[in-house]
């Protein structure tokens, strides 16, 4: 087995190798390598593919107990100064490389029947390595210089892929807000990283968490500077899982191709900014201003994302603000010292989240049939409807997901999601009702979501709502109204519909949907498994994952023990409550958007101020806009105004003495030596008359 860790490294590279060939073959030989579409599409995901197998080896050998391995190279050295790069194995990333590796294959099998006539079909999947490559490299960087070179590749690849269908505008503006709100999070990482350096002399995980803790309890480090260095740090996370208040640009991000937005919300991207929380672990735990700031940054970005999902119109963004709340569970989660909690959480997300989101995507492809070359139409859930008769497959696993997000047993997501409650009541009450709270909503948009989608009558093919919608969306400016499409572009490029409405077999426009391919569906099914499953790894009267991930700062004899004490009638109360609140918003849902016997719009307009601010999603996208957009533009004009007045008037005034000195020293140089020698000699007695005076 010790073998495997030796070739470990070939993880992240295999998918690089990948990203590397089909880059530089589009950059050499473009037109040859678009024809060979297909060949570069196995040959990226066969090499990912070898990577997951790696991955699946390397967690069955941590499982079976092998000792965490790392193997590293000085990198750079000056002095005392000395920095190492390399890779680490051990039970977090065995986990991780598990977890990103297998969303990432499954994504990348999808992408070939979502993306199959975009012309930007290689280039997608090159990208696609990359991501996946990036991401695989932060999970087994062993200090936090490594973690934070490949934080900022990971930020890379999101902007490549979130504007990949750059010729839009809000494709450009929407990956333009995701780097920009992204480099905010990040600048506040590198001044926590460089802070604990400065404090510990060391960039290692555990060697920080111990020296910070030394230092505290001696005074020789204050307690509020370290708590300062913590929250620094903190923000990094705080923009890559889009936790409050940095969480304005992963709904955005939705402009970006459906497979990319899976990838996006469950395995890369925003699982980084937990990860990174755990491998920090050791700082945080130690210092307790900084978890309770991430705990309630946490529960309150869980309730924000709830209560904005509720009225969200398009699917995509509906997904999005579902990832927020959930994202806020597992950060609460850490924030309360529930580590293994919220890690399990991040797992049983990952499988159920990318399912939602690729069976959003088998929608929005499947109603592009209908829409036509109104792509925007084809995201909206009051254009669908009765989606299950036609898209059978796509309407199973989505009910799957949404009873797995839903917290309802035996489903994944209800044994990570109590296990969090559990341990926040724990912790603090108030916490914990927040959470309660959340998993009511959340249970009742994601069934609002199901039922609107895939029950009742299909609504796509009446061109009175199609009318009425766009009609809305024409006359709304900057806030939108309960009936504009409040989202961008649909799933697909218009020059793809083009193709479509060409194609041989039939996928031109129709009155209904169709079943998406089996590359799509197939990598349903196969999220479906886990979704259903894989929350039994992790049940409180047999806790195999707590087992095997626990925190830095217990011993395997101590979480045994903690194990051990399950009690029965306390989990029967905890969940009993989480499964209640659950079902009562699923039986609101079901009155509204299933049987009508309750009226949406009239419970809207009785709380119309609510729901505007749900609408419009707090209002934070217009506060942002308002005093960041805007004011950098005023700001920007009061800075080129003094460098128009003063800057350039400095220069310009140099110049112009310059010219006239010039002009005016121009007349004495006439070419005569008496002349020169007049000039001299009355320099010399004006000189002699001055010092003679003095």
Not at 364 to 390: C, S, T, Y
Not at 650 to 677: C, D, H, M, P
Request: charged share 10%.
């Amino acid at each position: 087995m010790e073998a495997i860790y030796q070739y470990a490294w070939l993880v992240p590279v295999l998918p690089l190798v990948g990203a590397m060939l089909v880059g530089l073959g589009l950059i050499s030989f473009n037109q040859v390598t678009n024809r060979a579409r297909q060949l570069n599409a196995v040959f990226v995901v066969s090499l990912l593919g070898a990577a997951m197998f790696l991955s699946v080896a390397l967690l069955v050998s941590q499982f079976q107990g092998h000792a965490p391995y790392i193997r590293t190279l000085e990198w750079a050295a000056a002095g005392n100064f000395h920095l190492t790069m390399g890779y680490t194995i051990d039970h977090l990333t065995a986990l991780m490389l598990v977890i990103v590796t297998t969303v990432a294959f499954l994504v990348m099998v999808y992408t070939d029947g979502y993306m199959a006539h975009d012309p930007g079909y290689v280039r997608f999947y090159a990208y696609l390595s990359l991501f996946s490559s990036s991401m695989l490299g932060l999970v087994v960087s062993p200090n936090i210089v490594q973690i934070y070179i490949f934080w900022e590749l990971v930020g890379m690849c999101s902007y490549l892929l979130v504007g990949f269908w750059y010729d839009r505008q809000a494709a450009a503006d929407a990956c333009q807000k995701a780097f920009v709100t992204n480099r905010v999070g990040d600048f506040g990482l590198l001044l926590g990283i460089l802070g604990l350096y400065w404090a510990t002399g060391s960039f290692e995980f555990e060697a920080i968490g111990d020296r910070l803790q030394i230092l505290v309890e001696t005074g020789s480090l204050s307690g509020l500077l370290a708590g300062l260095f913590a929250i620094l740090v903190f923000l990094g996370p705080v923009a890559k899982s889009a936790q409050f208040p940095l969480h304005v640009w992963l709904p955005d991000a939705m402009e970006g191709p459906t497979p990319i937005s899976a990838l996006i919300h469950a395995a890369t991207m925003v699982a980084a900014g937990v990860f990174l929380i755990a491998r920090m672990y050791p700082v945080f735990e130690g210092i307790p201003a900084a978890m309770n700031v991430i705990a309630f940054t946490g529960a309150f970005t869980a309730f924000l994302g709830a209560t904005i999902a509720i009225t969200q119109n398009d699917i995509k963004k509906g997904l999005a603000y579902s990832t927020i709340s959930q994202l806020g569970y597992m950060v609460m989660a850490m924030g309360v010292g529930a580590y293994s909690a919220g890690l399990f959480h991040l797992m049983t997300h990952a499988y159920f989240k990318a399912m939602l989101f690729l069976g959003s995507g088998s929608v929005i492809h499947g109603m592009e049939a209908v829409v036509g070359h109104d792509p925007a139409l084809a995201q909206d859930m009051r254009m669908m409807g009765g989606l299950r008769k036609f898209m059978p497959i796509t309407a199973i696993t989505f009910l799957i997901g949404t009873l797995a997000i839903s917290g309802i047993p035996p489903f994944a997501g209800f044994w990570s999601k109590d296990e969090i409650l559990g341990s926040a009541f724990a912790a603090n009450p108030f916490l914990w009702f927040v959470g309660w709270a959340t998993a009511g909503i959340t249970a009742f948009y994601m069934f609002r979501m199901y039922f609107s989608t895939f029950e009742g009558k299909f609504r796509g093919n009446q061109s009175e709502i199609r009318q009425k919608l766009k009609s809305a969306a024409a006359n709304t400016l900057m806030s939108p109204s309960p009936l504009a499409p409040n989202f961008g572009p649909g799933a697909m490029d218009t020059r793809e519909l083009a193709a479509l409405s060409d194609d041989s077999h039939g996928h031109g426009h129709s009155e209904h949907p169709h079943e998406s391919p089996r590359t799509m569906t197939l990598p349903l099914i196969a999220l479906a498994i886990p979704s259903i499953l894989i929350g039994l790894v992790g049940t409180p009267y047999a806790n195999y994952f707590e087992e095997f991930i626990y925190p830095p700062s217990e011993t395997l004899a101590e979480v045994m023990e903690k194990v051990a004490e399950f009690d029965q009638t306390e989990f029967f109360i905890m969940a009993g409550s989480s499964v209640g609140i659950s079902l009562i918003g699923i039986t609101l849902a079901s009155l509204m958007y299933l049987f009508g016997k309750i009226d949406p719009a009239a419970i809207a307009s009785s709380i119309k101020p609510l729901y505007e601010l749900s609408l419009n999603k707090w209002y934070f996208d217009d506060i942002y806009h308002r005093f960041f957009v805007l004011g950098s533009r005023r700001l920007a004009r009061q800075v080129m105004e003094v460098d128009y007045r003063v800057v350039d008037g400095a220069v310009n005034l140099t110049g112009f003495f310059t010219l006239i000195s010039g002009e005016g020293l121009k007349y004495l140089e006439n070419g005569r030596a008496q002349f020169y020698a007049l000039i001299v000699f009355g320099a010399v007695l004006g000189l002699v008359i001055v010092f003679g005076v003095t």
